[in-house]
């Protein structure tokens, strides 16, 4: 054998491995307590080995599996059903992760105008700093550097504007365009907020000029802001949106919903997908979302989102040297640093304290949505220890 990693690697991957987990801490093989406000990148909404979803979990795996979308699929139909209730879309589909939702939405908006008659329309218009997936559609979408760099060429059709410029959007947008596809608030792009009111006109926008717009709530959505769809904030509406990351609790689900409208293009045998909808994901997800659309359960994640902002904002007074603002809404939150956000993650794991680096020099907090008032002062306690480390 080779002495080349077996696993791919791509990934910089700490020295740290998780046995089980409990809650909001992820535990070793020696028995050592993480306090997680990773949650797997904001994908273990109802923390580690959620007794409800392990219940759901268990139950269905006692029944049935797999089957194929070649039939009806009753768990997958309930878990539309709680989706549509909850939301403004009419229909949904089924993917295994928000790459692949990605690029159902992007074959949805051009379908869309093809069906109606306009097959030139093939132009969609993203942001800097977005983050859609992997894919080569996904991230020829995003178009940073990092990602598309020596894997063209790009599936072409895409364009970036200056993250959040309204003018710019207002310039590009035309009868000619497909739609316009962004994240309420950017994740991996640094926790980066779009201002209410510059949804609503973008919203206008794409009303005037035909164009579909495409939200991107696979990191945002599901509770984690504190409303079940960050975009309710606005008071406005997409025409077709992605969610994954927390939808499953941490079994490997996403989906793209739509309005009857954008998905008019999409009949039998234009889409599909093997696991899509698959009866176990659909089971958890169920449970999952039983729970955190809930307007009590909602409520307590605005609660504890102002706990820790508060205690965080405290943080940002004490180390103005490492620490420049805190930004985000409900518990997903960004501390924008004055260093390399990822010697904060480093110096984290030393306080046995896990949280995720991203881009424009931020560090994210994205705890689990049932998080503590305890566990919310203890993170806080271990991150303060964190930034001592590096002050001294
Ligand atoms: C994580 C993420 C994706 C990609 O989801 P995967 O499940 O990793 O394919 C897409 N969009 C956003 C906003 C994300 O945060």
Known sequence: MSDFPHVLPT???APISFERGEG???ITQDGTRY????AGIAVNVLGHANPALVEALTAQAGRIW???NLYQIPEQQRLADLLVGHSFADTVFFTNSGTEAAELAIKMARKYHDHAGHPERIEILTFEGAFHGRSTGAIAAAGSEK???GFGP?????RQLPWGDIAALSDAISGETCAVMLEPIQGEGGIRPLPDEDLREIRRLCDETGALLILDEVQCGMGRTGRLFAHEYAGITPDIMMVAKGIGGGFPLGAVLATQNAASGMTAGTHGSTYGGNPLACAVSAKVMEIVADETFLAEVNRKSALLNQKLEALVAAHPDLFESVRGHGLMLGLKCRISPADLVTAGYAQQ???VAAADNTLRLLPPLN???EEIDEAVARLEKAAQSLDA
């Open 66 to 68: 797999h089957v194929s």
């Open 24 to 26: 909001s801490w992820a």
């Open 154 to 158: 790009l599936m072409p059709g895409f």
């Open 35 to 38: 306090l997680d406000l990773g």
């Open 11 to 13: 990934y910089n991957r």
């Open 371 to 373: 998080i503590s008032d």
């Open 353 to 355: 304290l896990l949280t």
């Open 147 to 149: 990602m598309v760099k």
